[in-house]
């Protein structure tokens, strides 16, 4: 894990100076002021309306009926001693949510999203999940098509109050309850702090590669140490330290981002995929929606010095609170997933519910991208007893699958 995480933050290295030059250049002018111009004229060509449009087209290749809306969930938790989007503004947040027609009864799937990504990412997977669930999947606050309030979280306790607070405002306004929730990356590590705050709420976690449950002192790495007492090391350390992110490389490419995210996608989901290689529909559809959730205004993105250390490793990590678990627990790993499932192994020792780890061929850190019908069986696997009146705990796996 650390090494990818080396990987990708050495390349901010190269990007840094350019990337930070222009992004302060073209932060200057007003989002109602870039409004005006043709996209093909401004220098970061995107806008929410770009991001609506191209989840819409990447969408029609689902073929289940779905519904689109922003899900006001007010200005602010109420009585909660952190305001989770201080801004300058007091008007209301939305979240994006989208939800898919299912068979009556059908128990409730709500799908989180990871770092860097938004809810269109599941796109493979809605049609097969809605056949045997109400399947609802949203963009967290400040990322995708939801609101994008200034981050202005100073601590790692205020950057999950940002997520786990509007997620629950989110849930009362949909008058949620007694759902099953599945998160990925990042977003796993967004769900199961919120299962441990909201438990009464949750009949079934699912995690799928998910990020933060060891801190670099439980995962101490060799490779990381060296690298750090070296100049590439330190600039990029300094680098994650001042939050440089991703996408700022993206805004400070202007017009040619498209194109790095073009390269980006064609290569993880085609040359170097690890499982079902995407179509060349798939992948225009989803460059061109990955690239405008990325190049739109920072916000939810600015959580990642607050959650995670150099090396991705939590500052805050799960696996300090296994033994609180009160919400039966998957795990979901494809057998490439650069997220470590020892993590979950340890956690799992401390557990008192049930908890499952499975693992899918095939598959890289996007299991359900890489290989869409066995993470599928995996889903369908760890919620076999919501389908059936008989108690079938004891159901092997299905052909293809491993247990950890």
Known sequence: MSRAAGRMAEELSRAGAAAAAAEHSSSAAKSSSRSLWPSVLRWIPTSTDHIIASERRLLSLVKTKFVQEQVNIGSGPPGSSVRWFRSSSDQPRFINTVSFDSAENSP????VHGYGASQGFFFRNFDALASRFRVIAIDQLGWGGSSRP????????????????????????????????????????????????????????????????????????????????????????????????????????????????RRYTSARFGSYSTGDILTEEETGLLTDYVYHTLAAKASGELCLKYIFSFGAFARSPLLQSASEWKVPTTFIYGYQDWMNYQGAQLARNDMKVPCEIIR?????????????????????????????????????????????
């Open 108 to 111: 409730t799937l709500v799908m």
């Open 150 to 261: 200034d981050f202005t979280c100073k601590s790692t306790e205020e950057t999950e109050a940002w997520f786990i607070d509007s997620f629950e405002e989110w849930r009362k306004a949909k008058n949620l309850s007694n759902f099953i929730l599945l998160g990925h990356s990042f977003g796993g590590y967004v769900a199961a702090k919120y299962a441990l705050k909201h438990p009464e709420h949750i009949k079934h976690l699912i995690l799928v590669g998910p990020a933060g449950f060891t801190s670099e002192t439980e995962h101490r790495s060799e490779w990381l140490t060296k690298f750090r007492a070296t100049w590439k090391g330190l600039i990029i350390n300094h680098l994650w330290e001042s939050n440089f992110t991703p996408q700022k490389i993206i805004r400070g490419l202007g017009p040619w981002g498209p194109n790095l995210v």
């Open 360 to 404: 899918v061929p095939q598959a890289g850190h996007f299991v359900f991208i890489d290989n869409p019908s066995g993470f599928h069986s995996a889903v369908f696997h760890a919620c076999r007893k919501f389908f059936s009146q008989n108690n079938t705990d004891d159901q092997s796996l299905p052909d293809g699958l491993t247990s950890a």
